[in-house]
């Protein structure tokens, strides 16, 4: 049985945040936790059907996987080559020059991070380049982009090494907010320096929001609250 590998069609209106001219801030609330395997340095994340679709990296140890939920079973994994470092996940196969950090889609292009401040927008059929922008906070580009998940017509990123996720305008660029989950995993937790927020999964239909980080014991939906 194959697994399955991908980025599905991916919290809180936006239409009043976006229309500012500052972002938003975002504290949260932990509504579930989940086990999750501390031994998954995860680099993208996904749920579909029920289930979570994960990538996870490291050379030699890099792998794709399909995890229950609720009891963070990993149900089927599909080792990647020891020469690659698996980052995110998409539902199609293609290549691509350049680095690949993140990658998501808006039901009609792929978006992919580079570890940079552009976010590229791939066609699917072609994986040609339609289009890029470049992330800004006020003037200021929001670099190291990383793990993406397209929630309710924006883009969610997390950004390496902080406890942040950035909210952007697809049309833009422009960061509309800023989720702060500061505290979520206790540091006694975090083990190892790279041990850090990396990975996002929206299920579109229950509209819950679920998050992570590379080598997590736990998994986590939270509920966003403004203004935190």
Do not use: C
């Amino acid at each position: 049985m194959s697994i399955l590998v991908a980025s599905f069609v991916l919290s809180v209106d936006r239409r009043d945040i976006d229309a500012q001219e500052n972002p938003a801030f975002f504290g949260y609330r932990v509504v579930n936790s989940y086990p999750h395997d501390s031994g998954a340095y995860t680099q993208g994340l996904v749920y579909r059907d029920g289930f979570l679709y994960e990538s996870t990296g490291l050379n030699s140890r890099s792998s794709l996987r399909k995890v229950r939920l609720e009891t963070g079973e990993v149900l089927q994994k599909q080792r990647v080559d020891s020469k690659y470092f698996a980052e995110g996940l998409a539902d199609s196969t293609f290549r691509y020059a350049g680095e690949g950090w993140g990658l998501t889609h808006d039901r009609r292009r792929l978006i992919l991070s580079d570890g940079t401040s552009t976010l590229r927008f791939i066609d699917p059929s072609t994986f040609r380049e339609q289009g890029r922008i470049a992330v800004r906070d006020g003037s200021r580009p929001v670099e190291q982009l990383n793990e993406l998940e397209y929630v309710r017509d924006e883009i969610f990123a997390n950004v390496w090494h902080t406890d942040r996720i950035a909210r952007i305008s697809p049309a833009s660029g422009r960061v509309t907010g800023w989720i702060d989950l500061t505290g979520l995993l206790p540091k006694t937790y975090q083990l190892d320096s790279e041990a850090v927020l990396n990975g996002i999964a929206y299920d579109a239909e229950r509209d819950r929001l679920f998050v992570t980080g590379k080598l997590w014991p736990r998994l986590f939906e939270i509920a966003l609250e403004r203004g935190r």
